[in-house]
């Protein structure tokens, strides 16, 4: 019933047009997101390109441009995302919560105070192991770059656009050579393999039909979100990943980590689980695969 109650809270259909406006402003957003291109030096880039560059460049000068193009997005989102803020709210509240973050807080089971309370508790505890790690990181960069030690880090410094992995600090970590000359196929049929070695059940025909796993060939007009995921599409054995695999350590790790949802999704697909519960305990629940 809760479960029923969450989805429901998505799109309460006791205001139809708060709910149609939703759906209109979050199709906007996502053809906004998935459309953009980006652009460095008045040139055509990808996201890929983005990630590379980031990943390698020792020219600061370079980083910051590339840093700062992976950037424009946000101006071409704000609008509509402000739009969208309203509405989202505006659904929650339909359902009773106070806000939409109450309500996204509430598929983990908790309270918005529950999951600050909890997050501030884990910043508390990691605040000193984070510190030495920043000034590790800090110097390790500053020598990297040939530049003085900086107060904060630069965040065109750090080799991921959101900051949200640290690569290429250790060299001896730097796998990328083993992916040399390889193709994509060969990347994500590893990553089943290491399912299938774990004595998983192999993913369905249809997830290598339908998916979607290759970077849009340059020639192509067709767009696409750039950012990976992987679907549970019916319910069912329809199973569907979107990625842009290209050879290299990157995109090794991601589509192990896509394949793991798919894997989920499997184990999920059973005649004793009602559909409503075939999803994660929690949103979070798959993301530490
Ligand atoms: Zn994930």
């Known amino acids: 019933m809760k479960q029923l109650l969450l989805n429901a809270a998505e799109g309460p259909m006791t205001n139809p047009d708060l709910v149609a406006k939703?759906?209109?402003?979050?199709?906007?957003?996502?053809?906004?997101?998935?459309?953009?291109?980006?652009?460095?030096?008045?040139?055509?880039?990808?996201?890929?390109?983005i990630d590379d560059k980031l990943e390698k460049s020792t020219d600061l000068a370079e980083r910051k441009a590339v840093w700062e193009t992976s950037k424009e997005i946000g101006p071409a989102l704000k609008e509509n995302l402000v739009k969208l803020r309203g509405l989202r709210n505006g659904v929650a509240k339909e359902m009773k919560y106070p806000d939409y973050f109450a309500l996204e807080v509430a598929a983990y089971g908790m309270t918005t105070d529950e999951m600050l309370k909890m997050l501030e508790d884990w910043m508390a505890t990691l605040r000193p192991l984070y510190l030495q790690l920043h000034t590790?990181?800090?110097?390790?960069?500053?020598?990297?770059?040939?530049?003085?030690?900086?107060?904060?880090?630069?965040?065109?410094?750090?080799?991921?656009?959101?900051?949200?992995?640290?690569?290429?600090?250790?060299?001896?970590?730097?796998?990328d050579k083993?992916?040399?000359?390889?193709?994509?196929?060969?990347?994500?049929r590893t990553a089943e393999q290491f399912y299938t070695g774990l004595g998983f059940p192999s993913l369905p025909d249809s997830f290598w039909q339908k998916s979607d796993l290759y970077p849009v060939p340059p020639n192509e007009k067709r767009k696409k979100?750039?950012?990976?995921?992987?679907?549970?599409?019916?319910?069912?054995?329809?199973i569907r990943s979107l990625q842009s695999i290209e050879p290299n350590a990157?995109?090794?790790?991601?589509?192990?980590?896509?394949?793991?949802?798919?894997?989920?999704?499997?184990?999920?697909?059973?005649?004793?689980?009602?559909?409503?519960?075939?999803?994660?305990?929690?949103?979070?629940?798959?993301?530490?695969?």
């Open 178 to 188: 083993y992916f040399e000359g390889r193709k994509p196929e060969w990347i994500v």
């Open 225 to 238: 979100n750039t950012h990976a995921s992987c679907w549970h599409v019916d319910l069912e054995h329809d």
């Open 22 to 49: 939703r759906v209109a402003a979050e199709t906007k957003q996502a053809s906004l997101m998935n459309g953009f291109e980006f652009k460095l030096n008045g040139q055509k880039t990808t996201a890929n390109q």
């Open 136 to 175: 590790w990181a800090k110097y390790k960069l500053a020598e990297k770059f040939h530049q003085p030690v900086p107060k904060k880090i630069p965040a065109h410094w750090i080799g991921n656009r959101w900051a949200q992995e640290w690569p290429g600090l250790v060299e001896a970590a730097n796998i």
């Open 250 to 289: 990157r995109w090794f790790f991601t589509a192990h980590h896509e394949l793991g949802h798919g894997h989920y999704f499997m184990a999920y697909t059973r005649p004793e689980v009602p559909y409503l519960l075939r999803i994660g305990a929690a949103p979070g629940f798959h993301e530490g695969v």
